[in-house]
């Protein structure tokens, strides 16, 4: 296991927001005020830690601490949610000594309910108390909801002889039943950057991992992501370095991401959609999305079908431009369709064993242009209605 | 049971194009030429069958009959599928006496495998044969697939002191397993029409029915509905009567896309998804998609769970205008979510028995103009993953 980044402490405590005695409120402080950029939900009901993040992060792109809750979203309660969400940073930033404008709350739990703020009181001198007991790995634990197992993933590089670390926390695309899904991640890296090529290494990074996963296309509205640089590690990253911790933040979000997938509700497989030869890029995301978001397609992927026909089917109705007689489909290695027609291949036969993996891959060539997109997606499962359909009568 | 409108007679025949032995091919012929409209697929890969009859139709908007088989799709079968579906129309055509631009086709099955062309020489004459042996009852039965109950929806009107007969058969949302769904349908009439005219009621009646139900999303390379009129009531309906006969034409469609859902793979409700107070109608369908399409959702109704939370997810996710604190959320009557916060109703207990039943209501008030839509959509069940993940290791 690689060291964490430097300069970062960790604290997670049981303040009692779930029925279960578990840590369920964690929180991650930099020594330093660190550059900090933030990804967040594009549903139009934003819970209030969203709003109040984007808010600090607006104001002035850094931060000194993230504090994320499990139990509680604290989506859906109007007013008195945006006033308590603010009362939990003063009751944080003032235990820790820290403004409360520098540090960005994260919740993920059930909606609609207001936080337990007598809780957060008497949590609160406890956490900051706790700091720098507790790993990046008891942080990731601490944030789980169904979450099957917890997501971290970890990257050294050398810049200039010197090592830079990153590593990123994530919370998953299993969703939290009985309410919906939400996707948390916190991504650290001890090295210096500006405010502007961080917040462009971070937005490109998870356009090309975060935003390229799906598990049933609900997005929730706690969705977030942080990404905080604090430059513990002495080294300034500029210049054509950039490039290069770009890479290794492109990593550290991918693995998270395929984690995300990985540990959707009940899946079973790794469906990884790639699409090329489109118009555009666009259309080349469009029909990544149908295929990867098609119910025929994931059950088929969870009954280890080579069903070529639905996701010939998914294709078409796509919107996306082509001439049906272009496409060629390929399931892990072996072509199951090609100038309008099913190929003459005992793909049954050959696709057995390898559908009995988790990673499968579709490739799909539209022949049309260069656009191209790739999409990771899980398949549809008994379990994904088990979890999802909770019958109160 | 009313009687079927005029002038038109049906046979059914088993053919041996399915497993079992059961009537898999179907014959509609009009005694005398009717006005005829088509919709079909807009999937990009359209079977032989939709191609020939789009053909058949903009050649010139008039049919004597209609032949469906089931059990093969001839979908993906390239140029030797498209030879075989005209000449399946020779046949049908020379053993009814008719000329076979005047034969309209469709199929539904197993995507990929050319028609069994001997099957089809054998069989014709004795559909010719079997014609006015048979009732649209039959006909309804021999084009289901996994379609649990045939579907047929009759109605008659009054028009200038005579009765026009309006019936329609449809097959099923029900998915051809291991395949995709396919929606095939046929409405007759016994009204004389103008083609204008008719065209324009049929296309009316369609997009306010069978475009506005869903199962899974998924749309078939086979989907086609038929509208045939053939005069043979005596009455011809023009002027202020085409309100009415569209009337009548909608409600026809309207009761076959309600059994659609209803028979929807595994379904357990049909889930009335109500969309009002939208910037347009566009808006209000992408609302409505959204919420009927969610896996949240869908599988929220098949456990009768009052999940406000999930739909409202859906809702700010859908790309549509409004203010969060403007929508109202109302389920079977029930208001769950105003003001941008879960209303104080307990409505679990109150919607504990209305959620048992098979009919849901999802009223959604967006408050940000006059756009309304409604959609039917099914629930997301154990049965639907069982019937779809057909196990081959």
Redesign the interface.
């Known amino acids: 296991m690689s060291a964490s980044p430097k300069g970062f402490r960790f604290a997670t405590v049981s303040a009692g927001f779930r029925k279960e005695a578990r840590p369920d409120l964690a929180l991650i402080v930099s020594d330093t005020p660190a550059t900090a950029a933030g990804v967040f939900t ?5 819970a209030a830690p969203v709003v109040v993040a984007r808010e600090n992060l607006s104001a002035r792109p850094v931060a000194r601490a993230v504090v994320i809750n499990s139990g509680q979203a604290n ?4 007013d008195e949610g945006m006033t308590n969400c603010r009362t939990t940073l003063d009751l944080v930033g003032k235990a820790c000594g820290i403004p409360a404008a520098e540090v960005l709350p994260a919740s993920t739990g059930v ?2 309910a207001q936080l337990h703020m007598d809780k957060w009181r008497e949590a609160a001198p406890r956490l900051a108390a706790a700091l720098g007991q507790n790993t990046h790995h008891d942080f990731a634990r601490a944030i789980m909801t169904t979450d099957a197992f917890p997501k971290v993933a970890e990257r050294e590089l050398a810049i200039a002889g010197t090592t830079v670390r990153l590593v990123g926390m994530a919370k998953g695309a299993g ?1 939290i039943c ?4 939400t996707m948390l991640s916190v991504v650290l890296c001890d090295a210096a950057v500006t405010p502007e090529a961080w917040q462009r290494l971070f937005l490109d990074a998870v356009d090309r991992t975060f935003n390229r996963v799906t598990v ?6 706690n969705d977030t992501v942080f990404g905080l640089a604090n430059g513990a590690s002495g080294v300034t990253v500029e210049g054509e370095d950039l490039a290069k911790l770009g890479e290794a933040l492109t990593d550290v979000l991918a693995r998270l991401a395929y984690m995300l997938v990985q540990d959707g509700e009940g899946a079973t497989k790794v469906m990884r959609v790639k699409v090329s030869g489109a118009v555009d890029d666009a259309e080349a995301e469009a029909v990544a999305r149908t295929v990867g ?4 397609v994931k ?2 992927m ?9 996701i ?6 796509s919107g ?1 431009s ?1 001439k ?1 007689e272009d496409v060629v489909v390929t399931l892990c290695g072996v072509e199951l ?1 090609r ?4 190929t003459d291949l005992d793909f ?1 036969t050959l696709l ?1 064993e390898p ?2 993996g988790r990673d499968v891959t579709v490739d799909i060539e539209l022949g049309a242009g260069t656009g191209h997109y790739e999409l990771l997606a899980s398949d ?3 379990d ?3 979890c ?6």
């Open positions: 594009t549903n139009r009901f934003q989506a859906c309660t109007g909606i609609g969703m009985p309410n919906m899904a049933d296309g609900d997005t929730s509205t978001h098609s119910q025929l059950t088929a969870y009954g280890r079908d080579a069903n070529w026909g639905r010939v089917a998914a294709v078409g109705r996306a082509f049906a369709f100038n309008g027609q099913p049954d057995r559908l009995k549809l499962t008994h994904y209605v088990n999802n359909a909770d019958y109160r009568s």
